[in-house]
């Protein structure tokens, strides 16, 4: 692999860098609320691009083999689709009393992460590769799993507020076409000698593509979840706890499982992260006496963007490279 100027210093500082974008969106987003809105428009595409990146670390091949291991994906689903339910539903007694808040909590807390979970995970040491062979079953699963989850822990009405039309489009545009592009990028460099280093390009541009990421979703929403803090105060505290919570139940559970380390710490990354970015559509789309909602699926992803940092920043490394964790 080519070593290009300035990548093991960004390597060895990115969760220096990744607060300083968090903190730059927040600067952004409070003294130009109106500009801020206007990344919203970039949240999806630099997104793509960061996952781009990241399947492009892969070795794409190797996908079928890590979908097969039937032991990593039981302990998955077990985690997200049976222990984290159990611990929504807990938490989510602390904001029964609103409605909008049950609701932005529930949405957001039922569905796991298909995206971003998978640059955090290989950033900690964790098995990205087989996390990003669970994306398909995690987005089905969740599909059919978080409206009947609502439809209990919220009532029947919470059903008939759910469409599947942002989770299909999520899909699509954050994790197909992105795979896909790198998949043919990957196919076009084996035969093209002047494509060698585009995987190389990939490495070199993850920490940036992650700071600007974490700069558009914070500084497009951050103004949104000041101005309602004082409402999404105890929401907030879910999410933390949540986040705890998930970090002991997650581990615990992939123990059980047998996991090798590399995949307990990607089992764990996925019960603590949240699918965010892909229920945010659903909650803005959600009725005027529900708006609420949409400002607690943001600061989830604000508490969760913090967490996810400490989690990297405390989890012992394997290796001290992006690329060797990928």
């Given at each position: 692999m080519k070593t290009w100027p300035g990548?093991?210093?960004?390597?060895?500082?990115?969760i220096a860098l990744y607060l300083t974008a968090i903190a730059a969106g927040c600067v952004f987003g409070l003294v130009l609320p109106s500009a801020s809105k206007a990344l919203e428009f970039t949240v999806n595409p630099i997104l793509g691009l960061l996952l781009y990146a990241t399947f492009l670390s892969m070795p794409l091949t190797r996908l079928p083999q890590a979908f097969r291991d039937i032991r990593f994906m039981g302990a998955l689903c077990?985690?997200?689709?049976?222990?984290?339910?159990?611990v929504a539903f807990g938490l989510s007694r602390l904001v029964a009393g609103e409605q909008p808040l049950l609701f932005g909590v529930l949405l957001v807390l039922l569905a796991p992460c298909i995206d971003y979970?998978?640059?955090?995970?290989?950033?900690a040491g964790g098995d990205s590769q087989r996390l990003l062979a669970a994306t398909p079953l995690l987005l089905i699963l969740q599909m059919v799993l978080v409206p009947a989850y609502l439809y209990l822990?919220?009532?029947?009405?919470?059903?008939?507020?759910?469409?599947?039309?942002?989770f299909l489009m999520a899909l699509l545009g954050l994790i197909t076409l992105p795979l896909l592009a790198a998949a043919l990028t990957q196919a076009l460099s084996t035969r093209f000698a002047r494509m060698e280093c585009i995987g190389d390009w990939a490495d070199y541009l993850m920490v940036p593509l992650m700071m600007g990421t974490l700069f558009c979703v914070v500084g497009s929403q951050i103004y949104?979840?000041?101005?309602?803090?004082?409402?999404l105060a105890l929401g907030i505290l879910v999410f933390v706890l949540f986040?705890?919570?998930?970090?002991?139940?997650?581990?615990?559970?992939?123990?059980?499982?047998q996991l090798p380390m590399a995949s307990l710490r990607a089992a764990t990354f996925s019960g603590v992260t949240r699918n965010s970015l892909v229920v945010l559509p659903l909650a803005l789309a959600l009725p005027a006496e529900l708006e609420l909602a949409s400002a607690v699926v943001v600061s989830q992803t604000l508490v969760e963007l913090l967490g996810m940092l400490v989690m990297v920043r405390f989890t012992p490394k394997q290796s001290t490279t992006l690329q060797s964790k990928l």
């Open positions: 990548n093991a210093w960004m390597q060895a500082h990115q077990t985690i997200n689709f049976v222990v984290v339910p159990i979970v998978i640059v955090f995970t290989g950033l822990f919220a009532g029947p009405s919470a059903i008939s507020m759910i469409v599947p039309g942002p949104t979840v000041q101005s309602s803090f004082a409402q986040i705890g919570l998930m970090n002991i139940l997650g581990y615990s559970a992939g123990k059980l499982f």
